[in-house]
């Protein structure tokens, strides 16, 4: 799905060592340090292994998050913070101003499970974390509800497209095909809405992706709301159905084009040339000349002017955010642990800190390059 999904760039972050020297009085202290440094090298070297999968990636997360929840909450469970919150700065990218084809069931319920957690990840951020940041979060940055709602959106839909892709190989009613499609297209057009106000230099690539998968999914809609019209010997509202479908999938393949040329971070997906884009345009075209020809012999309706109105809700299919918490408290982190951290002296290695002036090094994401287009059969 290398190249049917956008992705903004990775997120790249500065070194950090936590070399607290002088402050950790204790080998106890000491050992917490060092495993943080090991967990978080492990965990940044897993987003560019292209070998890792969804298991390798929650181990490293949560060992790293509830070894480093340790600088962030009172142990006793108090509201008070605790007193290594403010002892390491951390420094990041922004990712916006700063392809798998053919694969197995297994893999599709991978993807679609992983997109659900993602979309959980993000809204317990928004909800529970980044309120509580010690620096505010600036405007049209990574962390500004604006952005956030749009990944947490983006991931539902996404998953959904899963779901849809699913549901057409193994051939189910036309009417929940044309249901989910419906819901995924007004996804993409909500995440687009919550971009609106950016600025269109920073989200204007990412916006053109969700236009266009907007309209993709609603040719789609269209499209099988035809077929379940066609099924209830409405042919003239049929017919009516599939122009709008070829309305919106012309729109589809101009906005691919206008996406492709649009500059701005990010990857470029290639949706346009993936058989699942291209298999839609012969359907419409197919059943679209199929109801033509059924009206010219058999019902001998008229043609609607008006295209029908999409009163579409699928009751099956529908993905909702996975509630997600962070892994409980490390247990080399004991009261004891916390105690044996000084702040009243200065670390006697003060290197770990970045340099106001430093660059953080963008992430080099491995290129996937796919071997066969099978349009995302799920076999």
Same mark, same amino acid.
């Given at each position: ?103 197995? %069931? ?31 979060? %600036? ?18 839909? %996404? ?146 002017? %008006? ?73």
């Amino acid at each position: 799905m290398t190249h049917w999904f956008h992705r903004n760039p990775l997120k790249a972050t500065a070194p950090v060592s936590f070399n607290f020297y002088g402050v950790a009085t204790t080998p106890a202290a000491t050992k917490v340090c060092n495993d943080l440094r090991l967990s978080r090298t492990r965990l940044l070297e897993l987003f560019t292994d292209s070998s890792c999968n969804p298991e390798m990636m929650k181990n490293a997360t949560d060992l790293y998050f509830s070894l480093l929840q340790g600088f962030i909450l009172s142990l006793d469970d108090s509201s008070q913070e605790c007193k290594l919150r403010y002892i390491q700065n951390f420094k990041w990218t922004d990712t916006l101003q700063g392809q798998v084809p053919s694969i197995t %069931e297994d893999e599709a319920k991978d993807v679609h499970r992983s997109l659900k957690i993602a979309a959980g990840i993000f809204k317990h951020l928004k909800e529970s974390h980044i309120p509580k940041l010690i620096t505010p979060v %600036e405007k049209g940055r990574d962390l500004e509800a604006r952005l956030i709602d749009s990944y947490i959106i983006q991931c539902q839909a %996404e998953a959904q497209e899963v779901t849809i892709a699913r549901a057409i190989e193994l051939k189910h009613n036309p009417g929940l095909i044309a249901a989910l499609a419906y819901e995924t297209a007004n996804f993409y057009q909500k995440a687009d809405q919550t971009l609106s106000t950016l600025d269109p230099t920073y989200a204007g690539k990412w916006r053109k992706y969700l236009n266009l998968k907007t309209c993709f999914y609603m040719a789609y809609a269209y499209c099988y709301h035809g077929q379940t019209l066609l099924a209830s010997d409405k042919c003239g509202e049929a017919i009516r159905s599939l122009q709008e479908s070829e309305k919106f999938f012309a729109k589809a393949e101009a906005l691919c084009k206008e996406y492709g040329e649009t500059k701005g971070p990010g990857t470029t997906a290639k949706p346009s040339g993936h058989l699942f884009f291209r298999k839609l345009g012969s359907l419409i075209k197919n059943t679209l000349e199929k109801c033509q020809r059924e009206n010219g012999f058999i019902y001998f309706q008229k043609v609607p002017a %008006e295209a029908p109105q999409l009163e579409l809700k699928a009751n099956y299919g529908l993905v909702e955010p996975v509630p997600f918490e962070f892994p409980a408290l490390n247990a080399h982190w004991t009261p004891e642990t916390l105690a044996a951290f000084d702040l009243t002296k200065r670390p006697k290695d003060d290197t770990a800190k970045p340099k106001p002036d430093e660059e953080v090094k963008p992430l080099k994401e491995p290129d996937i390059k796919p071997q066969k287009d099978t349009g995302c059969q799920i076999s």
